[in-house]
């Protein structure tokens, strides 16, 4: 049996690459009538740079700044992604129609990206890789390629357009 989508997950960071990835997904979309839900995952901050922050304001002040802060970021970039979808989609009602959503998470790309595909119970998954150098591949990796080696649900990933 050939293989449908029924639910599409795009990944964003809303850089020139991941709305390529967006426009294939799209297509995607179109030619198995899923829905698509974006998806864009903001970092934590780092450990190193929480406790020095903890140690200057107190543990309480800092918990407070965080939720407050995090959560206003999460509600500006879930409006953001929002627009640009719909903005991307404005002549095309018909795929209009088939996105499903925007979701901010906070935390590891890789561990969000694949918690809310199962949440969601996709079908695909649809994100765009960055040309980084061989170098930088070799010692840090990319959120693609390791969600592509976690990955138990099908993964198109979306190179940077020549």
């Known amino acids: ?85 719909k903005k991307e989609l404005a002549n095309f009602p018909e795929d209009l129609a088939r996105f499903a959503g925007t979701e901010v998470a906070v935390g590891h790309p890789v561990i969000k990206i694949l918690e809310t595909a199962k949440r969601l119970d996709v079908d695909l998954i649809v994100m765009g890789t960055h040309g980084k150098g061989i170098i930088e591949q070799a010692f840090l990796g990319s959120v693609a390629e390791k969600v592509l080696k976690k990955s138990t649900w099908p993964v198109f990933v979306v190179p940077l357009p020549k």
């Open 1 to 85: 049996m050939l293989p449908f989508y029924n639910k599409i997950l795009v990944t964003t960071d809303l850089t020139p690459n991941s709305e390529f990835a967006f426009k294939h997904a799209v297509m995607l979309g179109r030619r198995n009538d899923a829905k698509i839900y974006l998806l864009h995952v903001l970092p934590q901050v780092d450990s190193t740079m929480r406790n020095y922050i903890s140690s200057m304001l107190g543990e309480k002040q800092l918990k407070e700044l965080e939720q407050n802060n995090m959560e206003k970021a999460r509600k500006e970039m879930e409006q953001e992604i929002d627009d640009f979808a």
